[in-house]
């Protein structure tokens, strides 16, 4: 059946290795390399006049759905104050 399909094959046997079959090098799946995500503390706020617990209110708020599973990184940290700086920003323009 699979001289049909024209592909070459090693067969191993099953009872031997544990392994069933292993195809040619063309069909092997590589891994993938995993992007690690290094998770750190709440970063002190590089922004006068906004304090720690400010910016962690707005991150919960932004990342809801990434919370508690995954802790946030450096630059979700650092998005979530830039976007709280800027959301005040147009709050001072609206009044």
Known sequence: ML???GLSMLAAS?????????MNKEFI?????????????QPK????G?????????ACAMFRDKLPAHP?????????????????EAEELAK
């Not at 099953?14 to 292993?22: L, P």
């Not at 979530?80 to 800027?86: N, R």
């Open 45 to 48: 706020p590089f922004t006068p």
């Open 14 to 22: 099953c009872s031997k290795s544990g392994q069933a079959y292993v």
């Open 29 to 41: 799946m590589k891994k993938k390399a995993k992007k690690t995500v290094r998770s750190m503390q």
């Open 72 to 88: 946030l990184t450096l630059n979700d940290w650092v998005l979530a104050e830039k976007d709280l700086v800027g959301d005040m």
């Open 50 to 58: 906004l304090t720690k617990s400010e910016v962690r209110q707005h």
């Open 3 to 5: 001289a049909k399909f």
